[in-house]
Every structure is written in structure tokens, then in C-alpha cells.
């Protein structure tokens, strides 16, 4: 068998992560270059499993540490129906959201990406959007509901969304002084 010289051979998924791409670029020299770039620093770390910081296992269980931190009582309603929430969150992970969330949203969640030059805000978003969608979820009794639940994203604004989810503690004080 051959592989590339990089030792990393494409796989089926691969356009997913060029895809938010050819929103920004309409030369495809410089949309090239501009994804192998990124692909380069970040992407191929979705789909590397080692010990390294930063890879998709890394990602998965900070995924479900902060869920579990932040919002006990769904992780454990969701194990107690059988339903491991990184089972529904991990292709979003893995894909970076593309094909779940809109390209405009996307962009966004890359940006963010860019800005902390940290994965860390793929997980951060895949436990914000739970957190979003907690009270139909506590009511879910099965994996096929917890699908349907969470098959909708176009009204998920990531900025928005990770801003409440991040400072979620100052909003709650605010939102209680406002009524006092």
C-alpha cells in the first residue's frame, strides 16, 4: 500500500472542511493554499487519534468534561436513557460542525478558532448548543428523540451562543439583579 508523503491519507469527509472555503474565495489557487493551511494546523487534528494536545480524543473528552461541569443534570439524564452525549456530538466535532451548522455560522466558529489558535471552541460550542436545547432534552426517553432534537441548527448563532454559554455565571447575576 502507498500513502502520501504527509502520511495522512484523505479520507471520504475531506471536502466538509473545504466546503466553509468557497464562501471566502472565488480563486481556487488561494482557496487551495488558504485551506491546506488550515487543514495543516488544525483539521487534520479532527481525525488524529495520539497523545498529543489537541486531537480528536483530547476534544471528546473535553467535550464531555465541560458538559458534565456545566450542566450535570442533562449529562445524566442523557446516560440514563442511554444516550452518551458525545455519541450525538462527536461527528459535530470531528467535522468542525460543517453540515450541521449554517456556512455563515461556521465562518464564525473558524474565526474563533483563529482568534484562540485552539480547537478548544469546537467543544465549547458542542456543549453550548446541549446546554441550548436542555429543557426539550431533559424530556427525551430515547436516542431517536434526542436526534430530532438536535437535528435543527438553523437558529444557532455560535457567537451568541458561546458568549452565554462562557459567561453564563455573569448573565445569571445580572438577570437576577434586573428583577430585584
Not at 450542566?71 to 450525538?88: D, R
Request: proline share 4%.
Amino acid at each position: 500500500m502507498v500513502f502520501p508523503p504527509c502520511g495522512i491519507v484523505p479520507f471520504r469527509g475531506i471536502v466538509m472542511y473545504a466546503t466553509p472555503f468557497c464562501y471566502l474565495y472565488s480563486d481556487t489557487t488561494v482557496l487551495y493554499f488558504t485551506f491546506r493551511a488550515c487543514y495543516a494546523n488544525y483539521c487534520c487534528r479532527l481525525h488524529t487519534v495520539s497523545s498529543n494536545t489537541g486531537d480528536i480524543l483530547q476534544l471528546a473528552r473535553q467535550f464531555e468534561s465541560i458538559l458534565q461541569e456545566t450542566n450535570a443534570e442533562l449529562f445524566y439524564h442523557l446516560l440514563s436513557i442511554g444516550v452518551p452525549p458525545l455519541k450525538v456530538a462527536f461527528n459535530w466535532i470531528v467535522f468542525a460542525f460543517a453540515g450541521y451548522l449554517e456556512p455563515d455560522q461556521i465562518l464564525a466558529l473558524w474565526d474563533r478558532v483563529l482568534a484562540w489558535d485552539s480547537l478548544i471552541v469546537i467543544p465549547l460550542v458542542a456543549a453550548a448548543i446541549f446546554s441550548y436545547r436542555e429543557q426539550k432534552l431533559l424530556e427525551c426517553t430515547s436516542f431517536e428523540e434526542v436526534q430530532d432534537v438536535m437535528s435543527e441548527a438553523s437558529k444557532v448563532k455560535v457567537i451568541i451562543l458561546l458568549q452565554l454559554y462562557i459567561f453564563r455565571d455573569s448573565v445569571d447575576k445580572l438577570q437576577r439583579s434586573l428583577v430585584q
